[in-house]
């Protein structure tokens, strides 16, 4: 599977995970089960049914202060995606877009959002390499 694919799926997880427990769980559960329904409707039921069940372990493990139970919630979920975009790789540019929906819906009451940047750079002979997940500011002299 290509290592971008995997990195959605994962990026998909936590977002997924993380947004069960704040104002957004609606948008979040019904665009998951129209993703689910366009590529694997005999499975949109159980994927809604497994949706409510995880925001219940959510909200009982943040009461709880049980962040392990949120890190396995996230780990299943990041599969779940995984498998639905390796049975119909075109789910993934769908997929970015309920993401992209999501970010740009505001801010979400209840939760911090994470994201997960990955960043790759190789720097041969005499040259640099600068990279950074947000800010960054170089002097050179």
Do not use: C, F, K
């Amino acid at each position: 599977m290509q290592p971008e694919i995997v990195d959605l799926a994962r990026s998909a997880g936590t977002t997924v995970v993380t947004l069960m427990a704040t104002d957004a769980w609606q948008r979040v559960r019904d665009s998951l089960a129209t993703l689910w329904n366009r590529t694997q409707p005999s499975r949109t039921d159980g994927i809604i049914g497994e949706l409510e069940a995880t925001r219940e372990d959510i909200l009982a493990a943040r009461e709880s202060g049980d962040a392990g139970t949120e890190l396995e919630l996230t780990e299943e979920w990041s599969g779940r995606i995984r498998r639905l975009l390796a049975n119909d790789p075109s789910a993934a540019d769908e997929l970015r877009q309920i993401l992209d929906d999501l970010a740009m819906a505001g801010p979400v009451t209840g939760a911090q959002v994470h994201t997960t940047i990955h960043l790759q750079a190789r720097a041969e002979g005499e040259s640099r390499v600068y990279q950074a997940g947000r800010d960054q500011h170089i002097t050179e002299r």
